[in-house]
């Protein structure tokens, strides 16, 4: 971007030329915001060895005017009074009030969490990133939060602070920042599937079902969701056939057409037909009634069943030979256990930065096929191909593909009250 500029700019297609933001925060802190929002308008160079890119201008990055001198401030006040339920609550409010009070005097809305929050952001089971991205998606205004580390922490690296910042505010405003240099198989679609139970006194369990629909550019297209209120007949859960110690959950085969069917309606609307394949990326096994389900839903797709584990126990490392000794394998090393079963590297050493560029040792993500024509190698290759297409971050060590990232968070809103009737098909109000 910083030499060839966002996609949709290219393209032409961008509908937009000014971003207006607003924000959100306690009145201490205004003018540290206002300060670090200058940040925006000069360049930084790169503090830490693997971001080699400096920071550019956001105006001349994205070619686009970023307004943020005319900025409309909302100070809430929080009163906490020391019980973690009530706080919640409170915080809640006084976040709808403040966010509501901006609604359509800002494209995106910053959103600061001050250090007071940090026992909040996840306690007692609740999430306060999460409640934020619940208030937007109800109100339909789109957020951006960040916290006084963001502001205070001498030891980030500011350039890439700001990139990542800069992204997620131009892609929250509508915009398309890249798009894969190869679009992946024609007429193939990609679905990510991932499962939250929200318990309903008196202590009945709903499982509520999240399909999330992906073009072969790696664009999103739909969320669905749905609901299943019977155990044992809309849904069980289940131990992994692999992983003993693992939950699984799993929907019966109504269920899991009808889930599949809601993201079908809206790639028939947009392309006129089923795509010819579709990749169904799931957080569990695939037991036969969901399998199906699924083929019901698409009776004249071929269909891949991918179970991806997120952190896989097997591990590749480096012959002691070889000239890179004591880096991750490369990103994108790939090995195939067995015939169903294969590793692949979403993060690793990169060449062209002659580093690895994260924190820790990586770990592949592990491919389980449960059918389908597809190779393991090219289900590799595509996964990898949509691990880089999160526009909430300029990292390039993104462990999973965007099918299931965005599955998991619609899931964490979910949790924090967010009904299935409410559920938004734009993926930029969770980021």
């Keep these: 971007m910083k030499t060839y500029h966002p996609f949709d700019w290219n393209s032409g297609g961008r509908g937009f030329d000014k971003i207006t933001l607003g924000i959100v925060c306690s009145s201490d802190y205004e003018q540290k915001i206002l300060n670090f929002l200058a940040s925006f308008g000069i360049s930084i160079p790169s503090k830490w060895k693997q971001n080699k890119v400096w920071y550019v201008p956001f105006e001349t990055t994205f070619q686009c005017e970023l307004d943020y001198t005319s900025t409309k401030i909302t100070n809430p006040t929080f009163s906490l009074t020391g019980n973690v339920p009530e706080d919640y609550t409170i915080v809640e409010q006084q976040y709808r009030s403040a966010i509501r009070s901006l609604k359509g005097k800002a494209d995106v809305i910053l959103v600061h969490v001050p250090p007071q929050l940090d026992p909040y952001h996840n306690a007692k089971g609740r999430d306060l990133h999460s409640i934020i991205k619940k208030i937007g998606i109800q109100e339909r205004v789109l957020t951006q939060v960040f916290t006084a580390h963001s502001l205070e922490n001498p030891l980030q690296d500011m350039s890439d602070t700001m990139w990542n910042l800069s992204v ?121 009634e969901e399998q199906q389900g699924i083929k019901l839903a698409a009776t004249d797709s071929e269909i891949d069943f991918i179970h991806l584990v997120s952190e896989s126990k097997h591990l590749v490392f480096r012959d002691q030979a070889d000239s890179k000794r004591g880096y991750p394998v490369d990103k994108g090393s790939f090995w195939p256990i067995d015939d169903s079963r294969a590793v692949v590297y979403t993060a690793g050493y990169v060449d062209s930065l002659e580093t690895y560029p994260g924190a820790g040792s990586p770990t592949p993500i592990e491919i389980r096929s449960y059918g389908g024509k597809t190779s393991l190698a090219r289900i590799a290759e595509q996964s990898l191909a949509l691990a880089k297409m999160d526009w909430n971050t300029c990292k390039l060590i993104v462990q999973e593909p965007v099918t299931i990232v965005y599955a998991r968070r619609v899931g964490d809103v979910l949790k924090e009250g967010l009904e299935s009737t409410e559920v938004t098909d734009e993926t930029r109000y969770y980021r």
């Design 168 to 288: 997620a505010i131009y892609s929250k405003a509508g915009g398309i920042p890249w798009t894969l240099e190869e679009s992946l198989p024609v007429s193939t679609a990609y679905v990510g599937i991932a499962f939250n139970i929200k318990r309903v006194p008196p202590g009945q369990l709903v499982l509520t079902g999240i399909a999330q629909l992906y073009n072969r550019y790696g664009i999103h297209v739909e969320s669905f969701v749905i609901d299943c209120v019977q155990p044992g007949n809309d849904f069980i859960i289940d131990r992994d056939k692999i992983d003993s110690f693992q939950t699984s959950y799993h929907l019966s085969k109504t269920k899991a057409k009808t889930l599949i069917d809601g993201c079908l309606t809206k790639y028939r609307a947009q392309y006129g037909e089923n795509p010819r394949n579709i990749v169904v990326h799931k957080t569990s096994y695939f037991k036969e």
